[in-house]
Structures are given as structure tokens and as C-alpha cells.
């Protein structure tokens, strides 16, 4: 018998074999994921703490962050449906809005932002490594955590971090149902297509290709036209929402937002190059500009006032351009496909590689890479994407749905943002097979040449002088000075605002916020001349115009400062706060009768404006109105709790009804809200010196308020009035003279009449060795300015 031939075959070994080494390869790519995503978010973490401690930008929202922080306020204080259709799109303010109704402020929004931007990332790597390798998944996951842009977004009140998870989600969904395709599926990617609309209105492009997408998924037709149709309808209940807002605010038909108009003639006219252009006649401001728009529309065509026809009526405009000089709109479309790819510095709102170099984003550094680096390596994978189009349909859709929207309208960081997590996906890819040389060589020599390209952009850009860092220079520092004067920082405030007029000496922006400092700590004299050297320049700027009001309001000229808000007013019948602040200027003066004519008209423009039914509630408690002062008072603060503008006047509703102490809650709640606000401190403690009906010890904590106010405002006379009262409210009378004496020079010197004789009067009642006991006659009204 012969023997047994051994190992002629490999038998395969037993499953349980085999089990271990099945697994090792998706735990060590979740390993490694791991780490990477903790890196990230300890890098992250570092930046917010820092960028929180050192820059004041990071707690202090300004221009179009600022409008979503305050439409969220609103939101959460239940004005839930506005009184125009959305401007922009609305699901980021909902979402702070969430964050706003659970107790969270600045702080726990980038906190938020910071899981969203950790969860993308790993949505991205997901996505790759289904579609090449896991390795290509970590690479991608890297490359966006180390993106300078992505980074800087999350310590921002801006949308782009919304964005790019939801556009990491829908890109992950539709792989997901390639996979395993269902009408469970499709509901699941057109939901997410629904919400990307909501986030971002362009991507309403995207509705169609998601439907096709799903329905081709599924072999047999019949299940492929239900589950598209599924997936439609999914889309269509998740915009329903801000299209049923919109009805509700105008009685039109508006899917989303009603601001496309607009934005495409910013960005094709005869002077536009590429990003954001102003119209002539329309403000810069987004709650001014979509008046503007109205009313411009109106008195171009004499038609009633509709936002979708004055949106097709700005479109037209812009289309116009395109048929009148056709080779130049070709050229200026290719000027913004070169933004797209090439720009590092400019900033439509901020520039985080100017506050680097100035050392106020300093845990920045730990993002380093411009999305620039990503552009030509990420052409070489689009590319090889290009030949199998409808295999890769959901990278090619998300990508170029961003890239239209430059192209269409206009270049900025944010209208590119949505692309950037599949451009990180992308240029991983293209990384990862160039890695590979021996497998994939036609991958190698692109790509390198590609990435040295996208590295080159930098320098090239300089040498030609495109997308210069000093072009933006301007407008960044009178951003940071605007930001360092409401952290309570004046000097720094009026240096970076000189350093503006510096570079752009007839910017007209960066006058108008200096103009605002100077006069908010009472040095109204160089406010004049700033605002008459401006005027020169902008003889018709609606808002040198306002500034020199406030200015002349200051010193008492108040005839002149009329005349000036009434030039204001005609050069900008849309813009609220410069009615509101004629308004409160007439208030201020006793002319109620027309104070409440332009309040009704602020009124009629916006019916929900808070600025314009503060006015209004101040004209009613000067009528001795009370009943109607409070409900006004109490309207705005339902839907803004903490407006500080609001708590003043109704710290002045409370001393008006003999409720001293529900005032000086209201105010120590203004002073807690806005600590660098002098003027609220101020009155906090002049209320604590003057109201009757409060303790001893009550009183004595005025001294304390005053001093830091008079320390932050030393030549102010209402700041060292208060302060006086405040000694004599705790016996210590010959220092409340001394004070008195000091705060009467200044008022005699600013010719301010009226405080002066107050002063006086006072002066004798601390010299008889009595305190002062008045709700504070003669002193300012407590409507404010919505001005810088």
C-alpha cells in the first residue's frame, strides 16, 4: 500500500483561522483614525482656547456673524418666523438657535462646531477609503484637520463648518446607497440634499442629480422610480420649512432665500473682478442691502414691492452685463476659476493670515495648510474621475456645484467651503496612488507636478500681485478695530483704525468706525475732523453722515446734528439704524411728535425691528404712557433676552413705576451681558447712587462701578458726575465735590450748558453735606445707536 502523498493541495484554513486576521485590518485603520481624530481635536481645542483668551475676534461677532448671532437671539426668544423672507440660508441660525435656547453662548457654539469639523473629517475618510483604500481614508482625514480654513472656521459664528459635515454626510450617503440601495436609502440622501439646501441655497442644483443618482442605484425600474421619488420627497419635506417661512413673511413663493439676485450682480458688473463688488446705491450691510434692493426696484420700475421680481430684476442686471461685453465676462469667469484654486489671503468678512501676523490667532499654526495646496492635486484625481462620470457622480456634483457658484457669482472662501472636504478627499486620493508607483506610475508624475504647482500658487500670486495680503490689509484693520473697541480696548481700537486710513486714506468704512470710538470716548472734537477730512472724499456716504450727528450730538450742537441725520436719512431711506438714531436725537431734544413719524416708518420697513420699538416704547414713557412702553419694551425682550439696549429702557419703564430694585437687576443684567459697555456701567452706577428707595449698602456699591467706568472714561463729565454722586451716596462728600468740580470743567469745556447747571446745583447740595436723589434728569436718552 502506498503512503499518503502530503501538501499536494493547501487546503483553506478553518473560518475560525481566518476570523482574526479579518478583523485586524478595520481595527487598525479605527485605531489609527482614532488618533488622528484626537490630534485634531486637541489642536483644535488649543487654537479656541487661545484664539479665546487673546483674540477679539473670536468673542465679538462682527458684519455677517454678527447678523446670524442676533437672528438666533431672535429665534430663541421665539420669533420663529420673521417679518421679510430669508436672506440667507437659514438652517445655520436655527442651529445656534438651539445652542442660544439651551443656555450656551460664544463659547458652546465652538465647542459644537469643533465635533461637527472632527466628525467630517471622519466622514471624509470613510468616504475614501470606500472608494480607494483605508490608507487613502487617513490621508484625507489628515489633510482636512491640517487645513487652515477648516480650522479657522469653527472659532467663527459663520455656517462653513455646517456645511462641510452636512456635504461629508450626503457624500458618504450616496456611496452608502450605491452599496445598499432601498427606499430606506434614498430617503436618507435626499433628506441630507434637503438639509445641504437649507445650509447652502446653490445646492438646490444638486436636488436633481441625487434623485437620478438613487433611482439608477436600484436595477429594476419600477423600484428605481419609487425610490427616487422617495428621495425626492425627502428633499422637498426638509426645505418645506423655509419655504413655508417665506410665504408666511411675503405672501411669495421664495424655496429658500431670496438674496441670488443680488449676489450675482455683485459679481457681474462692469467694475466686478472677481469677488465681492459693491453696487452702486445698495449697502454693503445685509439688513440695509435687501431694502436697498426693494426699494431700488421699485423706483427703477414703478412696480409694487415683490422680493422674487426684484430678485429677477438684479439678475436681469447682471445678465445684461454678460450680453453687452461678453468677452469680458469670459475673461472675468476665468479670473474666478483662478480665485477658486489660487487664493490664500483675501477675506470677505475675516483674514486669518492677517491675525496670524499679527499674534492674535496663535493656536493657528497648528492648521498650516492652504486650501490652495489642494487645488491642482486634486484636477489630477478629478480627472480620472472624469472617465467613469456616472460611477463618480456624487464627488463631481459636489465638487463642481461649489465651483459654478464662483464662477456664476463671485470668488469668496465661503462659497468655496463646501467643496473642500471631497478637494481634501481628492487630493488624498491622488496622493495615495502616486504613493503607490509601482502600481499606478500614470498617477506619480502628475501629482507631483501637481502639488509642487499648488505650493507655487503662494509665490506666484505675489509676484503678479493677485490676491495680495496687502490688498486686504485695509479692511482687516478696521475689522480689528471695531472688534478691540467692543473689548473695551480704545487705544488699540484707534490705532488699527489709523493704520486703515494709513493704507486706504479715503476708506470711508474705516473713518466712519473711528469716527464711532472717538466719539463713544467723548473725543467728539477729532471725530469732526476725521469725519470732514472723509467727506471730502464721500461726499454722499450716508454713514459719515450719522457719525458726524453723533458727534455734534456730543457737543451739543443739536440743530446741526439734525440736519446732518436728516442728509443721512435722504442718502439711505433703507437704513434703519440712521432713522432710529434721528428718532432718538429727537427724543432726546422733547420733539416726540416727529421722532414717532420716522419711528413709524423704521416701523414699516421692518415691523420688527427692536431699535425701532425701543424708540417707540422710550416716546411712550415720555408720555407717561407706561402700559404701552412695557408692552413694547417687553416685546423686544421676549425675542432678544439679553439685548442690553432693551434693559436700559426698561430700567427706565421700572424707575418710571417706582421699581427701583427690578432696575438695577435689569442693569447689573446689561453690565454682566456687556462688560466692556461703559455707558451701562454707567448708569448702573449712577442708579445706584441716585434711586430712593435702596439701602445703604446698596448705594455704597455704586463707588466701585463708577470708578471702573471713569477709569475706562476719564474725560467723560457723565462718567465723573456719577462718580460724584456715588462718594456723596456714601457720605464722603468732600471727594463728591472734588469729583463734581472736575466733571464741571469738562462739561463747561465741551459748552454742554444744561449738565453744567446740574453740576452746579449738585456741587452745592454735596457741600451741605447731602447726597443727590434723582432717577437722573438731564441725562442722556437711553435709545442707542445700532451704528459701529
Known amino acids: 500500500m502506498m503512503p499518503a502523498v502530503r501538501n499536494r493541495t493547501r487546503s483553506p484554513p478553518p473560518p475560525a483561522a481566518r476570523a482574526p486576521r479579518a478583523r485586524g485590518r478595520p481595527q487598525r485603520y479605527g485605531y489609527a483614525l482614532g488618533l488622528i481624530l484626537a490630534a485634531g481635536g486637541l489642536a483644535r481645542i488649543v487654537y479656541l482656547a487661545a484664539d479665546w483668551r487673546a483674540n477679539p475676534f473670536a468673542p465679538h461677532p462682527i458684519e455677517d456673524a454678527q447678523t446670524y448671532w442676533q437672528w438666533a437671539e431672535r429665534i430663541a426668544g421665539g420669533q420663529l418666523v420673521a417679518s421679510t423672507p430669508f436672506f440667507s440660508a437659514p438652517l445655520y441660525p436655527y442651529l445656534l438657535a438651539v445652542v442660544c435656547a439651551l443656555g450656551g453662548g460664544l463659547a458652546a457654539v465652538y465647542g459644537v462646531q469643533v465635533a461637527m469639523h472632527l466628525a467630517t473629517a471622519a466622514l471624509i475618510a470613510g468616504a475614501v477609503a470606500q472608494r480607494a483604500a483605508p490608507a487613502a481614508g487617513l490621508i484625507a ?37 450605491r452599496q445598499r440601495p432601498g427606499l430606506l436609502a434614498g430617503a436618507a440622501a435626499g433628506l441630507l440634499a434637503g438639509l445641504n439646501c437649507l445650509a447652502t441655497p446653490p445646492m438646490l442644483a444638486a436636488l436633481p442629480v441625487v434623485v437620478a443618482w438613487v433611482a439608477l442605484q436600484c436595477h429594476a425600474v419600477r423600484r428605481g422610480l419609487l425610490c427616487g421619488m422617495t428621495a425626492l420627497a425627502a428633499s422637498l419635506a426638509a426645505i418645506a420649512p423655509a419655504t413655508i417661512h417665506n410665504y408666511l413673511a411675503c405672501g411669495e413663493f421664495i424655496p429658500v432665500s431670496a438674496q441670488a439676485g443680488i449676489t450675482f450682480c455683485h459679481g457681474n458688473a462692469p467694475s ?40 429677477r430684476h438684479f439678475f436681469s442686471k447682471g445678465l445684461q452685463y454678460w450680453q453687452e461685453d461678453w468677452v469680458r465676462a469670459m475673461r472675468l469667469m476665468l ?15 475675516y483674514y486669518p493670515r492677517e491675525e496670524l501676523r499679527h499674534g492674535l490667532a496663535r493656536g493657528l499654526w497648528l492648521a498650516p495648510v492652504p486650501v490652495a495646496w489642494l487645488s491642482l492635486p486634486a484636477i489630477v484625481a478629478f480627472a480620472g474621475l472624469c472617465r467613469r462620470p456616472l460611477r463618480n457622480l456624487p464627488e463631481l456634483m459636489l465638487v463642481l456645484i461649489p465651483f459654478l457658484t464662483v464662477i456664476f457669482f463671485y470668488y469668496s472662501p465661503r462659497y468655496r467651503f463646501p467643496a473642500v472636504p471631497v478637494l481634501a478627499g481628492l487630493a488624498a486620493l491622488a496622493v495615495s496612488r502616486a504613493w503607490s508607483w509601482r502600481t499606478t506610475p500614470q498617477w506619480t508624475v502628475p501629482t507631483v507636478l501637481a502639488t509642487a504647482g499648488g505650493v507655487a500658487l503662494g509665490p506666484i500670486n505675489a509676484a503678479i500681485e493677485f490676491d495680495a495680503a496687502v490688498d ?15 473689548q473695551g480696548d480704545p487705544q488699540t481700537a484707534i490705532r488699527y483704525l489709523e493704520g486703515a486710513l494709513e493704507i486706504s486714506p479715503a476708506d470711508a468704512g474705516a473713518s466712519a468706525v473711528l469716527a464711532a470710538v472717538l466719539i463713544q470716548y467723548n473725543q467728539a472734537q477729532r471725530a469732526l475732523s476725521v469725519l470732514r477730512r472723509a467727506l471730502e472724499q464721500h461726499p454722499k456716504e450716508a454713514m459719515l453722515y450719522d457719525q458726524l450727528a453723533w458727534a455734534y450730538m456730543q457737543l451739543q450742537r443739536q440743530e446741526e446734528a439734525l440736519a446732518s441725520f436728516r442728509t443721512a436719512a435722504d442718502l439711505s431711506p433703507s437704513d434703519l439704524r440712521i432713522r432710529n438714531s434721528l428718532a432718538a436725537a429727537l427724543i432726546t431734544m422733547g420733539r416726540y411728535s416727529e421722532a414717532e413719524a420716522h419711528v413709524r416708518e423704521a416701523l414699516r420697513l421692518r415691523p420688527d425691528s427692536p431699535l425701532s420699538l425701543l424708540n417707540l416704547a422710550q416716546i411712550c414713557l415720555h408720555r407717561q404712557e407706561l402700559d404701552l412702553a412695557e408692552a413694547y419694551c417687553q416685546r423686544v425682550l421676549r425675542a432678544a433676552p439679553d439685548l442690553v439696549d432693551a434693559l436700559i429702557v426698561a430700567t ?75 462718594h456723596a451716596a456714601r457720605q464722603e ?32 447740595l454735596y457741600g451741605s453735606g447731602r447726597p443727590y436723589l434723582d432717577p437722573e434728569p438731564g441725562h442722556s436718552s437711553s435709545a442707542q445707536d445700532e451704528g459701529p
Open 141 to 177: 482625514a489628515g489633510i482636512f484637520l491640517l487645513l487652515t480654513d477648516a480650522a479657522y472656521f469653527t472659532g467663527r459664528i459663520l455656517s462653513c463648518t455646517l456645511q462641510g459635515l452636512l456635504v461629508a454626510l450626503l457624500w458618504r450617503q450616496l456611496l452608502a446607497a
Open 652 to 726: 427706565d419703564i421700572d424707575v418710571a413705576r417706582g421699581r427701583p430694585r427690578a432696575a438695577i437687576q435689569a442693569l447689573q443684567r446689561a453690565v454682566r451681558l456687556a462688560p466692556t459697555d461703559l455707558e451701562a456701567a454707567r448708569r448702573l452706577a449712577w442708579r445706584l447712587a441716585t434711586l430712593p428707595g435702596l439701602t445703604r449698602q446698596e448705594r455704597a456699591a455704586a463707588v466701585d462701578v463708577a470708578r471702573r467706568v471713569v477709569q475706562g472714561m476719564p474725560d467723560n463729565p457723565f462718567a465723573l458726575d456719577a462718580l460724584a454722586a456715588a
Open 472 to 486: 486686504c490689509r485695509a479692511h482687516f484693520y478696521q475689522c480689528a478695530g471695531s472688534v478691540w473697541a467692543q
Open 272 to 311: 466686478a473682478f472677481g469677488i465681492y463688488t459693491p453696487v452702486e446705491g445698495i449697502a454693503r450691510y445685509q439688513e440695509v442691502q435687501n431694502l436697498d434692493v426693494l426699494r431700488r426696484f421699485q423706483e427703477e420700475t414703478g412696480r409694487a414691492a415683490s422680493w422674487r421680481a426684484a430678485g
Open 335 to 349: 479670473t474666478k476659476a483662478y480665485w477658486f484654486l489660487s487664493a490664500r489671503n483675501y477675506g470677505d468678512i
Open 733 to 764: 462728600f468732600r471727594e463728591a465735590v472734588a469729583t463734581a468740580g472736575r466733571a464741571l470743567s469738562l462739561a463747561e469745556e465741551l459748552g454742554l450748558e444744561a449738565l453744567s447747571s446740574e453740576i452746579r446745583a449738585r456741587i452745592a
